[in-house]
């Protein structure tokens, strides 16, 4: 005898929670944007090489070793740097020692504010219009949480915005919470802990969209055991049809025997494929059933005909052409009550 076997639905979240950048994105509102300055900080690395009029002055501060705070000098071997260029590392106290000038306390600075802190002691002292070329050399962010491939990594550009670096750590899992990223910050010797939510486009007016350096991101886990909606199939009863019922699709099992009779799932339906082949099985070819009155599968994500208003109105119209596919009637009411029977999976959950 053939046997569906119906049960519990338990989902837990929508495919829309999974969506980054929900909604339109309003291109006049994000198109202007301004990349923050990176700035130094204790355990940095820099290269600074200094340029003037006079090329013998300026060799003096190119030496290509690394000048330590102490005032003796090590080897820079391994930076890639040019022996043009200078490699200073920033000491715990944000100090790092220059030629000729001696210990610089630099924490803090960006690009222009080293410029001008070097201009203070060298321009018109030591050298006659100099110019500096200072790059960060150790730029490195760290991504963890629920994640593909969680780690520290280096930034290859300067402006690296929260999706590139999602991107790199493997994109969220299935299961990382999109509307609560945590970015968390280094800046004027205390931690910053901020926010984000990457399924909205203000996303994009973040001060915490473009990363700076040694940022860390932490992508936390949803709660997969909290259930929001259950379905209940309940004894199978062929009027429930009529009155908006439906079986639980994802535990709605069928014997092979049934599909090679009655035929298979009819694609030409993009969201009430599963809605025909029940109503032909169930209704049109009035097969046995049976029941299993327990919970046997949680599903995370939710149908694509609940994802959004639009989605459900199309299913209607689909619903009604799987009636008519299978030269069957439905009360005037059946439609309307089909959505409308979920509302209480919604409540009455747990």
Not at 52 to 69: Q, R, Y
Not at 234 to 247: A, H, I, L, Q, T
Not at 300 to 320: C, F, H, L, W, Y
Not at 338 to 348: C, D, N, V
Request: hydrophobic share 40%.
């Amino acid at each position: 005898m053939p046997i569906i076997l119906l049960a519990y639905l338990s989902s837990c979240t929508t495919y829309k929670q999974l969506q980054y950048l929900q909604g339109d994105i309003d291109s006049t509102k994000y198109s202007q944007f301004k990349v923050p300055e990176q700035r130094i900080q204790k355990g940095d690395q820099i290269s600074i090489a200094v340029f003037s009029d006079n090329a013998a002055a300026s060799s003096m501060f190119n030496t290509g070793s690394v000048p330590l705070v102490n005032g003796a000098m090590g080897q820079s071997a391994g930076s890639g740097v040019s022996a043009a260029g200078n490699v200073y590392e920033v000491d715990q106290e944000g100090n790092i020692f220059f030629p000729q000038i001696g210990k610089l306390n630099v924490e803090g600075l960006t690009r222009e504010g080293m410029t001008k802190l070097l201009d203070s002691k060298l321009k018109d002292k030591l050298l006659i219009n100099p110019y500096y070329v200072i790059r960060f050399l150790n730029l490195k962010i760290t991504v963890f949480g629920d994640v593909g491939a969680p780690g520290v990594y280096p930034l290859i550009r300067e402006n690296t915005n929260i999706f590139e670096a999602l991107t790199l750590a493997g994109d969220m899992t299935f299961f990382g919470k999109r509307e609560n990223v945590l970015i968390i910050r280094e800046k004027d010797g205390k931690r910053v802990f901020a926010r984000i939510d990457v399924t909205k486009p203000d996303v994009f007016n973040s001060p915490y969209y473009y990363l700076q350096q040694n940022d860390i991101v932490f992508v936390d886990r949803e709660d997969v055991s909290k259930v929001v909606r259950t379905w209940k199939s309940g004894p199978f009863k062929r009027s429930s049809m009529y009155n908006g019922w439906m079986p639980p699709h994802p535990t709605f099992f069928v014997r092979r025997s049934i599909y090679e009779k009655y035929g298979l799932f009819n694609t030409i339906l993009r969201s009430a494929a599963d809605y025909e082949l029940m109503l032909r099985f169930l209704l049109k070819h009035e097969i046995n059933l049976s029941y299993i009155p327990q919970t046997i599968i949680n599903m995370r994500q939710g149908g694509k005909s609940t994802a959004s208003i639009s989605n459900r109105i199309k299913a209607n119209v689909e619903d009604r052409k799987a009636w008519r596919m299978n030269a069957l009637k439905p009360h005037f009411f059946t439609l309307i009550l089909k959505p409308l029977r979920k509302i209480k999976q919604f409540i009455s959950h747990g």
